[in-house]
T-cell receptor, first 113, second 109 residues
């Protein structure tokens, strides 16, 4: 069965820290995505990647960066965490072209104190 | 602004009743997707309906698409307590899949 695994379900960090969120998929999907989800809002796209070492900014990239050194792994980095980055972070992957359905991990609930 | 918006924002029904959720979008689409999200979990894809399709079924789920009205509906028949979740639609906007905020469905047993 398709599997997207996020490294932590819950994470608490302090303002100013550099935070790494890891995501691994076992489906050999080309596309990977990072979203954040806040109450009352739809998912907002932070960054996405259509291939290894390739990245594109989504709608809210400020304060974030990403890394995709291997096809199966897509990392989200909060360069200097701030309290307004407290949120649920969801990773997803999908195959090839044509906006195929995305497969999601269970999310990381990140709190920045 | 969001490409897809669901209506109603919340819905509470009794077990066994049908639940209907609607999604409206703004631009022409290639396909429209419905997802489900249980509390504290990731999204799970339910159905994809293409722009040249009008209706699609999957088990107790029925999705319709009206491209002239730029709207879609998701019907869950004979609902169960386990159907309690948030349901959202997703459409393509530019080069991205854009998700609506969702309808929160509560099925009371």
């Amino acid at each position: 069965d398709v599997k997207v695994t996020q490294s932590s379900r819950y994470l608490v960090k302090r303002t100013g820290e550099k935070v790494f969120l890891e995501c691994v998929q076992d489906m050999d999907h080309e596309n990977m995505f990072w979203y954040r989800q806040d109450p009352g809002l739809g998912l907002r796209l932070i960054y996405f990647s259509y291939d290894v070492k390739m990245k594109e900014k989504g709608d809210i990239p400020e304060g974030y960066s990403v890394s995709r050194e291997k096809k199966e792994r897509f990392s989200l980095i909060l360069e200097s965490a701030s309290t307004n980055q407290t949120s649920m972070y969801l990773c997803a992957s999908s195959p090839g072209q044509g906006f195929q359905p995305q497969h999601f991990g269970d999310g990381t609930r990140l709190s920045i104190l | 602004s969001q490409q897809g918006e669901e209506d109603p924002q919340a819905l509470s029904i009794q077990e066994g009743e049908n639940a209907t959720m609607n999604c409206s979008y703004k631009t022409s689409i290639n396909n429209l997707q419905w997802y489900r999200q249980n509390s504290g979990r990731g999204l799970v894809h339910l159905i994809l309906i293409r722009s040249n399709e009008r209706e699609k079924h999957s088990g107790r789920l029925r999705v319709t698409l009206d491209t002239s009205k730029k709207s879609s509906s998701l019907l869950i028949t004979a609902s169960r307590a386990a159907d309690t979740a948030s349901y959202c639609c997703a459409t393509v906007y530019g080069n991205k899949l854009v998700f609506g905020a969702g309808t929160i469905l509560r099925v009371k047993s």
